[in-house]
């Protein structure tokens, strides 16, 4: 199957569409990625989690990338890649409405609370409290087969 780069236009309506990807990020020039569900507003991924080490590490460098697919029964794919930076969303006035839309377009998904809620069983971190936050879209590209 040949492969094409997708437009910008593309891209961005192949992440509305998703929910599900995997989130990296860097600390100490090393690399850690996991999955997340996300939601995407305009020029921003919002994505929920629980404390835990890639919050640690998107606070000590907010340089990240998403990456999502899309799949087909017949062997066609889309894959789409975010670069941009970490925003968090405190429980805060100041990022009160923010954190309100995070919440609205996460909870339109099915399941949108997991992975990020889900940690292994008696483990301090679920007792602490959820944290909403934004990957602000620096670059974005995308690739298909057809």
Known sequence: MPVREMTDHECMDC????????LACVKDGRPYI???HYAYGIDKMYVFSMPGQK?????????????????????????????????ELPDSSEHHNERIHAWDLLQKRELWWEPGYL???????TKSKPIFFGIVVDAISGRQTY
């Open 15 to 22: 992440l509305s569409k998703g929910h599900f990807g995997h």
């Open 34 to 36: 996991v999955p997340v």
């Open 55 to 87: 919050i640690d590490w998107l606070r000590s460098n907010p340089h990240a990338c998403l990456q999502m697919e899309e799949r087909s029964d017949h062997g066609f794919w889309k894959s789409v890649v975010v670069q941009g930076q970490y925003h």
């Open 119 to 125: 940690k292994p069983e008696n483990n301090e971190l």
